[in-house]
T-cell receptor
Framework: AQSVSQHNHHVILSEAASLELGCNYS??????LFWYVQYPGQHLQLLLK??????LVKGIKGFEAEFIKSKFSFNLRKPSVQWSDTAEYFC???????????????FGKGTKLSVIP | GAGVSQSPSNKVTEKGKDVELRCDPI?????LYWYRQSLGQGLEFLIY????????KSGLPSDRFSAERTGGSVSTLTIQRTQQEDSAVYLC??????????????FGAGTRLSVL
């Protein structure tokens, strides 16, 4: 079955520290990859996406992610975090679950990021 | 334009009661999804509607859960005989017509369900 693993449950960083959140997926076919963010009290929103082309994708607020096909990974990075980046981050993979089924977005369990001012 | 709207935002119910959760997708979005978000469990897919096609119900956890989408727009998720383990945030998302492999889903704020 398709699955998405996020390595860290809770990450605590000081402002200006660099961030890398791990995401690995288990699916051998063509996938489309997403990172969603949920700020406190707000709804989920798209941070960035990868469909094809350059494996290094840039999203909003200075975030980027690198797709490494050989490692089935799509890690999220930011060189210098801010207090306003405190949120929960979800990696997601869109792929067909079974031969005739619909495409489904499978989410990881999320990583909570706390940035200390 | 308006985003995905869900109501109620909070629902407290007693074990054994039925509840209905409502989702208004973004106008023109033909695909609608329901997810369940439990503490520390990420988002669990429940059901997917695409236009007038039969819904993909593969994620519904039991036959107490059902969903309808009337007129290709508003959707209602019904949970019958609620149990305490049904307590979670229920999220609805919609996406535009087109390539479903690349669909970007737009989420509502969710309904927080608490079963006492």
């Amino acid at each position: 079955a398709q699955s998405v693993s996020q390595h860290n449950h809770h990450v605590i960083l000081s402002e200006a520290a660099s961030l890398e959140l791990g995401c690995n997926y288990s699916y051998g076919g063509t996938v489309n990859l997403f990172w969603y963010v949920q700020y406190p009290g707000q709804h989920l929103q798209l941070l960035l996406k990868y469909f094809s082309g350059d494996p290094l994708v840039k999203g909003i607020k200075g975030f980027e992610a690198e797709f490494i096909k050989s490692k089935f990974s799509f890690n999220l990075r930011k060189p210098s975090v801010q207090w306003s980046d405190t949120a929960e981050y979800f990696c997601a993979v869109n792929a067909r679950i079974s031969g005739a089924g619909s495409y489904q977005l499978t989410f990881g369990k999320g990583t909570k990021l706390s940035v200390i001012p | 334009g308006a985003g995905v709207s869900q109501s109620p935002s909070n629902k407290v119910t007693e074990k054994g009661k039925d509840v209905e959760l409502r989702c208004d997708p973004i106008s023109g979005h033909t695909a609608l999804y329901w997810y369940r978000q439990s503490l520390g469990q990420g988002l669990e897919f429940l059901i997917y509607f695409q236009g007038n096609s039969a819904p993909d119900k593969s994620g519904l956890p039991s036959d107490r859960f059902s969903a309808e989408r009337t007129g290709g727009s508003v959707s209602t998720l019904t949970i019958q005989r609620t149990q305490q383990e049904d307590s979670a945030v229920y999220l609805c998302a919609s996406s535009r017509p087109g390539d479903e492999t690349k669909n970007i889903q737009y989420f509502g704020a969710g309904t927080r369900l608490s079963v006492l």
